[in-house]
């Protein structure tokens, strides 16, 4: 596909300055778990939910292989960083053990996997809990069974989803009218895009009428967000827009988002002051950096063609 080259520039920039925020964010001490951390997390969103989400974002970099060798070697770190903090996958391990109807040890695995480091306990656990039916009827959101499967499909489990019947149950295969979506519908439809082309790897995975909804309608619904500063939103609306495999939003929300961003790469959620305290501005903004990362990212690899690597 053809992209302006200001844009991919400014993809560049912004994906590079948040991964570097991150990764000095986590060597100063921010999104660690508690050293008496056990599986059974009082709080999951606090330290563990942030680590998945770090290994998300430097496990695409480290996939899509086009950042230049500053960024890869931060990536390489952040994703081992978050590994060890994981007691080398041990703590996800006894996490599923206990709990087997949870799927985020299983989420955040694939996350390690794509970027090939493995856990043969977990491995083995994650195979014999597959094929079982309680797996398979636990209760959740729609786009949720996407993530379950598309995390399956990474680690390389033997599990042959309906694809076609888990995006039809979604927000988004519903093709709704577009003035019905509201924050929280837009979060859902990003991430039935994400799961469905595993984040921008298989734009092919995303159905053709559905590919053509948001080619006509994404433009609008970031211009909407664009113009309250949702820049968490904005940014997951722009990592869809190359999930699709063709590009539409074009470059004003790409500069925009990139004003927003601090000199230091941190990047708001929104238009609300950062706090002054770096523990508290971690906790806020963390998850728009990773956001902030994978646009980048996604969007370089999708205009460069590259090919993700396989663990």
């Not at 734009?203 to 113009?227: F, M, N, Q």
Request: charged share 20%; hydrophobic share 45%.
């Amino acid at each position: 596909m053809t992209t302006d080259p200001r844009l991919l520039g400014i993809a560049q920039r912004l994906s590079s300055q948040a991964l570097h925020w991150l990764h000095r964010a986590h060597r100063n001490g921010h999104g660690t778990l508690p050293p008496d951390a056990t599986v059974d997390l009082s709080d999951p969103d606090t330290a563990y939910k942030p680590l998945g989400e770090a290994a998300l974002a430097a496990s695409l970099i480290l996939r899509d292989g086009v950042a230049g060798a500053h960024d890869l070697a931060a990536a390489g770190e952040l994703i081992e960083f978050c590994w060890h903090q994981l007691q080398s996958g041990n703590l996800l391990y006894e996490r599923q053990l206990r709990h087997p109807n949870l799927t985020d040890p299983l989420e955040m695995y694939a996350h390690f996997a794509r970027a090939g480091y493995r856990h043969r306990p977990l491995d083995e656990l994650l195979d014999s809990l597959t094929r079982l039916r309680a797996t398979h009827a636990a209760e959740m959101v729609p786009n949720r069974r996407l993530a379950v499967a598309n995390a399956r499909r990474v680690v390389g489990l033997d599990h042959r989803p309906d694809w076609a019947a888990l995006t039809a149950g979604t927000w988004l295969g519903a093709a709704p009218e577009p003035w019905s979506i509201d924050w929280s519908t837009g979060y859902a439809l990003t991430h039935t895009v994400f799961h469905l082309t595993d984040w921008g790897a298989r734009p092919e995975g995303l159905p053709g009428p559905l590919r053509t909804y948001l080619t006509d309608w994404l433009p609008v619904w970031a211009d909407i967000w664009l113009e309250i500063g949702q820049w968490d939103l904005v940014g997951e609306l722009l990592i869809v827009d190359s999930c699709t495999g063709a590009p539409v939003c074009g470059l004003d929300p790409w500069e925009r988002l990139a004003a927003a961003q601090h000199p230091d790469g941190l990047t708001p959620r929104d238009a609300e002051p950062v706090d002054p305290d770096p523990a508290q501005a971690f906790r806020d903004h963390e998850h728009t950096a990773v956001v902030a990362v994978i646009a980048g990212t996604v969007t370089l690899a999708r205009a460069l063609g590259a090919e993700p690597a396989l663990a």
